[in-house]
């Protein structure tokens, strides 16, 4: 009964709703993810690293990956990155991988006002096992399980389609803003024979971020820097739309934060996070608690959950003094 469940979901993922992208509740730790103009804004290489595991008690929990690197390129506007994203449903039965090539220019109209303009070009490969799964058609009302060979039309186990995105961010001073669009072609993820005019491809999601990084002068000093970072995500992808509203404070290398983050039809949660900061090195943790009516679900959704790990070569203090050079811009702090 379980597979057949499995199997029921899977079809109403693979029919004309479409997919839709996983969205990291410390979207500030998976800067790549937001927005390809994102890459090198920092004066170094930085790497990163994200896991999230989406309501643990269910049985189909999703769970996702992902992985960035970019630096910028020394003496000149450009930079690049790599970005790289698994993300598995319906016990792993169904995964998603995305990979992608990012590029970033950054156009600097004064000292303290930069535009950044980002491209990424990569794929978007969809798998499926179908060994872990029971169609109907092979159901007996009475026998259960025949044994038979479904009569499905399975294209193949895996779909892998090019996949395009771009974006801009707009920084002045210690504010920013941006907006960003991934599957800009709509790529071809279906496993299924449909007919083309029900599915067009993975639907375009937009993302719009905004916020700033403020300093507490009254509580700052130059080992221990005080600063409250108000910041917002919206992503609009095909009929879901998301809106996370919230904050981060931080002192010295510690930060604590909070958001509320609302799905429009109904309001969906609340994060907590907290970070840890150590020279070269970032570590962060989440917690999601659920409160629309999912949370009445019998037995339970679970708690979701989120790591990141970050390495900014930046931060090093050998670096350090490059913080002052012209394209370098503070706002971006929470991203780095």
């Not at 990424?120 to 044994?147: E, M, R, Y």
């Not at 005080?226 to 510690?254: D, E, H, S, W």
């Not at 019998?298 to 989120?306: F, K, N, R, V």
Request: aromatic content about 12%; glycine content about 10%; some cysteine.
């Amino acid at each position: 009964m379980r597979k057949l469940l499995l199997s029921v979901l899977l079809l109403v993922l693979l029919l004309p709703l479409g997919a839709q992208d996983p969205v990291f509740s410390q979207f500030y730790a998976a800067p790549l993810r937001l927005n390809p103009a994102f890459a090198g804004i920092g004066t170094a290489p930085r790497l990163v690293a994200n896991y999230r595991a989406q309501h643990t008690s269910y049985p189909s929990a999703y769970t996702t990956m992902a992985a960035s690197y970019d630096q910028p390129i020394e003496g000149t506007p450009s930079a690049f990155g790599l970005r790289l994203m698994s993300d598995q449903q319906l016990d792993g039965a169904y995964k998603n991988t995305e990979f992608a090539v990012v590029y970033s220019y950054d156009v600097m109209i004064d000292r303290e006002t930069h535009v950044r303009l980002g491209l990424a070009a990569g794929i978007l490969s969809t798998a499926l096992d179908f060994n872990s799964l029971t169609f109907g058609d092979v159901l007996d009302p009475i026998a259960g399980n025949t044994g038979a060979v479904t009569a499905e039309q399975l294209v193949g186990a895996s779909k892998t389609s090019a996949d395009f995105g771009a974006g801009v961010l707009f920084s002045a001073k210690k504010y920013f803003a941006g907006v960003s669009f991934d599957h800009l072609n709509r790529p071809d993820e279906s496993l299924l024979e449909v007919n083309s005019n029900l599915y067009a491809g993975r639907p375009t999601r937009l993302t719009v971020t905004g916020g700033a990084q403020l300093d507490v002068k009254r509580y700052s000093n130059r080992r221990r820097p005080a600063y409250v970072t108000p910041n917002f995500l919206y992503t609009a992808q095909a009929g879901f739309r998301q809106l996370n509203l919230g904050a981060y404070l931080g002192y010295g290398p510690v930060a604590v934060g909070g958001w509320y983050r609302h799905a429009f039809e109904n309001a969906d949660g609340l994060i907590a996070a907290v970070s840890f900061r150590q020279d070269i090195l970032r570590i962060g943790f989440s917690y999601d608690a659920v409160v629309s009516d999912l949370r009445n679900v019998p037995g339970g959704l679970g708690s979701t959950l989120e790591a990141s790990i970050m390495i900014d070569f930046g931060s090093s203090k050998e670096l350090q003094r490059r913080r002052k050079a012209d394209r370098y811009n503070d706002c971006y702090g929470m991203f780095r």
